[in-house]
Protein backbone atom coordinates (compact mmCIF):
# COMPACT_ATOMS: atom_id res chain seq x y z
CA UNK A 1 0.00 0.00 0.00
CA UNK A 2 2.62 2.34 0.82
CA UNK A 3 4.67 1.46 -2.77
CA UNK A 4 1.27 2.08 -4.32
CA UNK A 5 0.71 6.16 -2.28
CA UNK A 6 4.68 7.14 -3.08
CA UNK A 7 3.99 5.72 -6.63
CA UNK A 8 0.86 8.27 -6.94
CA UNK A 9 2.40 11.12 -4.83
CA UNK A 10 5.52 10.85 -7.07
CA UNK A 11 3.09 11.05 -10.13
CA UNK A 12 0.70 13.97 -8.79
CA UNK A 13 4.57 16.20 -8.30
CA UNK A 14 5.28 14.98 -12.08
CA UNK A 15 2.29 16.31 -13.15
CA UNK A 16 2.93 20.18 -11.51
CA UNK A 17 6.40 20.59 -12.46
CA UNK A 18 6.55 22.53 -15.87
CA UNK A 19 8.26 20.99 -18.47
CA UNK A 20 11.48 21.99 -19.18
CA UNK A 21 11.31 23.47 -22.88
CA UNK A 22 13.75 22.17 -25.58
CA UNK A 23 16.51 24.03 -26.50
CA UNK A 24 15.40 25.89 -29.75
CA UNK A 25 16.96 29.04 -31.50
CA UNK A 26 16.13 32.19 -32.64
CA UNK A 27 17.19 35.19 -35.23
CA UNK A 28 16.30 38.69 -36.12
CA UNK A 29 17.21 39.63 -39.77
CA UNK A 30 16.79 43.54 -40.66
CA UNK A 31 16.84 45.91 -43.60
CA UNK A 32 18.51 48.74 -42.42
CA UNK A 33 20.20 51.58 -44.85
CA UNK A 34 22.65 54.48 -42.91
CA UNK A 35 20.31 57.48 -42.48
CA UNK A 36 17.42 55.26 -42.05
CA UNK A 37 15.44 56.27 -38.51
CA UNK A 38 14.73 53.20 -36.33
CA UNK A 39 10.79 53.49 -36.88
CA UNK A 40 11.47 53.00 -40.13
CA UNK A 41 13.47 49.97 -40.38
CA UNK A 42 12.31 46.67 -41.63
CA UNK A 43 12.20 43.08 -39.66
CA UNK A 44 11.73 39.47 -39.54
CA UNK A 45 12.06 37.64 -36.25
CA UNK A 46 12.10 33.68 -36.23
CA UNK A 47 11.83 31.70 -32.53
CA UNK A 48 11.41 28.11 -31.80
CA UNK A 49 13.82 26.55 -34.63
CA UNK A 50 16.58 23.45 -33.63
CA UNK A 51 19.49 25.21 -34.98
CA UNK A 52 20.24 29.11 -35.12
CA UNK A 53 20.91 28.79 -38.91
CA UNK A 54 17.23 27.37 -39.39
CA UNK A 55 16.12 30.66 -37.24
CA UNK A 56 18.36 32.74 -39.46
CA UNK A 57 16.87 31.47 -42.54
CA UNK A 58 13.52 32.25 -41.18
CA UNK A 59 13.87 35.67 -39.84
CA UNK A 60 15.31 36.57 -43.30
CA UNK A 61 12.53 34.98 -45.03
CA UNK A 62 9.91 36.70 -42.83
CA UNK A 63 11.60 39.70 -43.59
CA UNK A 64 11.51 39.43 -46.90
CA UNK A 65 7.74 38.50 -47.01
CA UNK A 66 6.65 41.79 -45.38
CA UNK A 67 8.20 43.97 -48.15
CA UNK A 68 12.08 44.81 -47.58
CA UNK A 69 14.58 43.98 -50.13
CA UNK A 70 17.79 44.12 -48.38
CA UNK A 71 17.16 41.70 -45.43
CA UNK A 72 20.23 40.29 -43.75
CA UNK A 73 20.88 38.49 -40.30
CA UNK A 74 21.99 40.24 -37.75
CA UNK A 75 21.34 38.16 -34.51
CA UNK A 76 21.00 34.94 -33.79
CA UNK A 77 20.42 33.56 -30.10
CA UNK A 78 18.99 30.43 -27.87
CA UNK A 79 16.95 32.95 -25.46
CA UNK A 80 16.81 36.54 -26.48
CA UNK A 81 17.84 38.93 -28.99
CA UNK A 82 17.64 42.32 -30.07
CA UNK A 83 18.70 44.97 -32.46
CA UNK A 84 18.92 48.56 -31.68
CA UNK A 85 19.30 51.51 -34.64
CA UNK A 86 19.70 55.22 -35.00
CA UNK A 87 20.47 57.17 -38.44
CA UNK A 88 23.60 56.50 -37.92
CA UNK A 89 24.46 53.41 -35.35
CA UNK A 90 22.99 50.15 -34.83
CA UNK A 91 23.83 47.00 -32.27
CA UNK A 92 23.03 44.13 -31.55
CA UNK A 93 22.46 42.07 -28.38
CA UNK A 94 21.51 38.74 -26.69
CA UNK A 95 20.98 37.42 -23.24
CA UNK A 96 19.03 35.35 -21.16
CA UNK A 97 16.23 37.98 -20.48
CA UNK A 98 14.91 40.49 -23.27
CA UNK A 99 15.94 43.14 -20.84
CA UNK A 100 19.59 41.77 -21.39
CA UNK A 101 19.12 41.72 -24.96
CA UNK A 102 18.34 45.17 -25.28
CA UNK A 103 20.25 46.80 -22.80
CA UNK A 104 23.26 44.69 -24.69
CA UNK A 105 21.82 46.36 -28.44
CA UNK A 106 21.65 49.61 -26.63
CA UNK A 107 25.24 49.80 -25.39
CA UNK A 108 26.61 48.57 -28.18
CA UNK A 109 24.72 50.98 -30.77
CA UNK A 110 26.55 53.56 -28.18
CA UNK A 111 24.49 56.69 -29.10
CA UNK A 112 22.14 58.09 -27.19
CA UNK A 113 19.79 58.71 -30.48
CA UNK A 114 19.53 54.64 -30.02
CA UNK A 115 16.66 53.06 -30.11
CA UNK A 116 14.87 49.42 -30.08
CA UNK A 117 14.20 48.34 -33.01
CA UNK A 118 13.10 44.90 -32.86
CA UNK A 119 13.44 42.21 -29.52
CA UNK A 120 12.48 38.66 -29.41
CA UNK A 121 12.98 35.74 -27.01
CA UNK A 122 12.18 32.23 -27.18
Same mark, same amino acid.
Given at each position: ??????? =?? &?? =??????????????????? @??? %?????????????? /????? %?????? &?????? @? !??? /????????? @?? =????? /?? &??????????????? !?? &????????????????? =? !?
Amino acid at each position: MRTARAI =CL &AV =CFLAFVPATPGLAAGAIAV @DDE %EGMKAGDVGYGTAT /GYSTR %EAAGAA &ALKNCR @D !EGN /GNCKVVVRF @DT =CGAYA /GS &ADYFGIGWGESQRAA !ES &AALEQCGNNSCRIVVSD =C !E
